[in-house]
């Protein structure tokens, strides 16, 4: 990939020696145009790792993190495992850790800024004489517009932002408040995302047309794409579109390095028809009592407790995915109780927890390793 790429460009202060002995370069670390999406439970220190090493950018998933501590812990696991990031002899200003870390907006509100500012400040490094932050900071679902602020004060010169958005209208936002990275989520995507939304197939190019076209900024971004993409082809496609690459989330479930059970990557990979067997639904953000601000649902593979709500609004013509009710879907007779929704996370039981999925699983028909999936993302190998 040539870094006349928007992205690449954007990373291209991120580098690595290579060579040996006295002869040594440095090159850039960023050369394939895919980021691996923050994905709880899936993206831990492994695969962030194994994303980092072959030349993509990860992005670590802070999530609905309760304890900081714990997560700059995380932190520090994860750059043991990135290969060339000894901290230079001479320290200096200029220098990141080769990945970023994922907030949810809403709840970076809720829980006050503490934990970005002691990522920005470089806590989450091993080095105990020169602390380097991540490379860039990912916004999604919420007003980013304050920690846009607290990145530009505090972070490092050359700091990226990067702002997930649902529609036109939040590009040209993002685009004016110049944020480095836009990424376009279409109504495919697996997780959490805006219940209004067009598919990415229409919503990517009038993004793209939107942003040259406004008059308050000559600067557009770079542009990336997520929702459903599994294979080179829709690679291509989004590129030709003029996207300069793409977030991936549920292509990298079912990989080696992904930490999630076995078996919820063999259901991955053997479910078919991914715009049918998979679905929209707001309940698992009621079982799981996360009070998710309105406007937002989740896309997940088809289980028991989706069926047995849509079998309900089907009867009744009307949602069951408020407060105590929504756990009455844990049992057939509608007899379930919170205490089974603790005792089907503990089981790690994805017949009733959701498996976040988006569209594009049915194209997934293999395990493999991160590299090798990011290789066939690109047609790099067959």
Request: glycine residues 10%; aromatic residues 8%; neutral net charge.
């Amino acid at each position: 990939m040539s870094t006349s790429n928007k992205l690449l460009h954007t990373f291209r202060h991120l580098t690595r020696a290579t060579g040996s002995g006295t002869v040594r370069s440095l090159v850039p670390r960023v050369t394939r145009p895919i980021l691996s999406a923050p994905m709880n439970g899936w993206s831990g220190p492994n695969l962030v790792a194994a994303v980092a090493n072959h030349g993509g950018l990860p992005i670590y998933p802070i999530g609905y993190y309760t304890d900081p501590a714990k997560i700059l812990q995380e932190l520090k696991n994860t750059t043991t495992l990135i290969h060339d990031v000894d901290p230079p002899a001479t320290p200096n200003n200029t220098d990141f850790l080769p990945y970023a870390v994922g907030f949810i907006s809403f709840w970076l509100e809720r829980q006050g800024p503490e934990l970005l500012l002691a990522i920005l400040r470089g806590e989450g490094d091993t080095s105990s004489t020169h602390k380097r932050p991540p490379a860039a900071y990912w916004f999604s679902f919420g007003d980013y517009r304050p920690y846009l602020a607290l990145v530009r004060e505090h972070g490092r010169p050359g700091s990226k932002v990067i702002v997930q958005v649902n529609t036109v209208q939040e590009a040209v936002e993002a685009q004016n408040n110049k944020v480095d990275v836009i990424v376009v989520q279409g109504t495919e995507a697996g997780g959490h995302g805006a219940q209004k939304v067009s598919p990415l197939m229409t919503l990517l190019p009038e993004v793209l047309h939107a942003l040259h076209e406004n008059k308050t900024t000559s600067m557009v971004p770079a542009v990336l794409a997520a929702g459903g993409i599994s294979t080179a082809l829709q690679f291509k496609a989004v590129e030709s579109m003029g996207a300069s690459g793409v977030v991936i989330g549920t292509g990298f479930m079912p990989t080696d390095e992904a930490p999630g059970p076995q078996w919820a990557k063999d259901r991955l990979l053997k479910t078919q028809d991914g715009g049918v067997n998979t679905v929209r639904t707001r309940i698992f953000d009621a079982l799981r009592e996360f009070d998710w601000p309105e406007g937002y649902d989740g896309r997940v593979v088809r289980n028991l407790v989706t069926e047995r709500e849509a079998k309900y609004e089907q009867a009744h013509g009307s949602e069951f995915n408020e407060g105590a009710a929504a756990f009455k879907l844990l049992k057939e007779d509608h007899s379930g109780v919170k205490a089974d929704w603790a005792k089907a996370t503990a089981e790690q039981d994805f017949n009733l927890l959701p498996l976040w999925s988006g569209t594009g699983v049915g194209l997934l028909k293999k395990q493999m390793s991160a590299a090798a999936f990011m290789d066939l993302l690109l047609g790099e190998k067959q």
